[in-house]
Structure formats: structure tokens, C-alpha cells
């Protein structure tokens, strides 16, 4: 089975700017999800984003998906502190498939 | 309301003991899984169920043995554990089988094989 892929693998930034993350992969897909892990927890879905879909939002979270390229990318706008986390996009063709993660931390 | 709850949280046991991992969902979601993720935080799904037979059998030891006495509820059994097995072990389910919707997962269950 196939696996997103993100990068970069470690993201340090500053409360209040934005956090990007990458992810590729090498299939087709019905659609590709991201989702965030504190430490210590579960994995917590963020959003989903079908295959025939460019660009979602939810919140101050912005999605894009490039299917010709296989890639995807997650922007947290105005990070909080409470964003810190590991991020990782999962690749959907009959089950679902994780990346490796990033992680991002955000200080105060 | 825990939507998807695992037991125990920790599992410390020495090699070549048996132990259970229970899952329970009160989601009315038709699909569960096992995940299991290793020290590098890499997650690889292990087995998926669908209103109690399995439809997902990836390549998992045979000590490995999932067990769904209904749809709200997914165990996990491992024989003979081995050292390798020391992992975080989640359990998710989502509302159907083809997966166009998001998963939710259990808080994990930290197995440590000493």
C-alpha cells in the first residue's frame, strides 16, 4: 500500500506565524486526510480532501491537493502554542495509509 | 463519552507471556481497525474489520489475532510476545469501509515487552 509522505520532518516556529507541511505520494487516491497526534494521544482527524477537490478550509486550516504532482499541503495559519504537535497526512485508495509525520512545535 | 476507548493504556509483560488489547466504539461506525506505531512515530495498519469479518489482513505475525464479537467491538490478541512487539497499538473506526470519511482513533495502548 501506498504512504504520504511529509516535509519536512521537524518544523520550530514562533507563536502567531504560519506552519507548512508537505506530503507526497506515489498512487492514485479517493482522497488524502490529515490528521494531528499530542504527544502522549490518539490521532485526532483534521480534514479530508477528495480526490477531485484543489483546496479546502476549515478553520485556520488550509488544504491543497495536487493529484498531477501526487502532493498535498497543510498550512496552520496563526499558530497557537496548543498547535504543537505531530501532523500526518494519510492517503486513501481502499484503506488508509500513513506518512511518516512531522512534527511542529510552536513557542510562546 | 469516549468515542473509541482501549484497554489497558500500559501493558508491561515479559516475553512469551499472552496479552489483550479490547476496543470498544459507541460510534455506530461499521468499520474498525488495529494500528500499530513504532518508535519512530511510523503508523502501519495491521488488520480491519467490517460489521465483524475481517476485510484487511496485512502481512502481521500469526501471534497476532484480532477477534470482533460485534461491530462495536475489535480485540486484539498476541501470543508469545516478543520484544519487537513493544509498540503503541491504536484502535480507529470509521463509518464505512470505503474510507471517505475520517477515522477516529482510540488514545493508544503502550505495550512494553520486557
Known amino acids: 500500500s501506498q504512504q504520504g509522505e511529509e516535509d519536512p520532518q521537524a518544523l520550530s516556529i514562533q507563536e502567531g506565524e504560519n506552519a507548512t507541511m508537505n506530503c507526497s505520494y506515489k498512487?492514485?487516491?479517493?482522497?488524502l486526510q490529515w490528521y494531528r497526534q499530542n504527544s502522549g494521544r490518539g490521532l485526532v482527524h483534521l480534514i479530508l480532501?477528495?480526490?477531485?477537490?484543489r483546496e479546502k478550509h476549515s478553520g485556520r486550516l488550509r488544504v491543497t491537493l495536487d493529484t498531477s504532482k501526487k502532493s498535498s499541503s497543510l498550512l496552520i495559519t496563526a499558530s497557537r502554542a496548543a498547535d504543537t504537535a505531530s501532523y500526518f497526512c494519510?492517503?486513501?485508495?481502499?484503506?488508509?495509509?500513513f506518512g511518516k509525520g512531522n512534527q511542529v512545535v510552536v513557542i510562546p | 463519552d469516549t468515542a473509541v476507548s482501549q484497554t489497558p493504556k500500559y501493558l508491561v509483560t515479559q516475553m512469551g507471556n499472552d496479552k489483550s488489547i479490547k476496543c470498544e466504539q459507541n460510534l455506530g461506525h461499521d468499520t474498525m481497525y488495529w494500528y500499530k506505531q513504532d518508535s519512530k512515530k511510523f503508523l502501519k495498519i495491521m488488520f480491519s474489520?467490517?460489521?465483524?469479518?475481517?476485510?484487511i489482513n496485512e502481512t502481521v505475525p500469526n501471534r497476532f489475532s484480532p477477534k470482533s464479537p460485534d461491530k462495536a467491538h475489535l480485540n486484539l490478541h498476541i501470543n508469545s510476545l516478543e520484544l519487537g512487539d513493544s509498540a503503541v497499538y491504536f484502535c480507529a473506526s470509521s463509518q464505512d469501509v470505503g474510507v471517505m470519511n475520517g477515522y477516529t482513533f482510540g488514545s493508544g495502548t503502550r505495550l512494553t515487552v520486557v
Open positions: 480532501i477528495r480526490s477531485n477537490e
Open positions: 474489520y467490517n460489521n465483524k469479518e475481517l476485510i
Open positions: 494519510a492517503t486513501v485508495d481502499n484503506r488508509l495509509a
Open positions: 498512487t492514485s487516491i479517493n482522497n
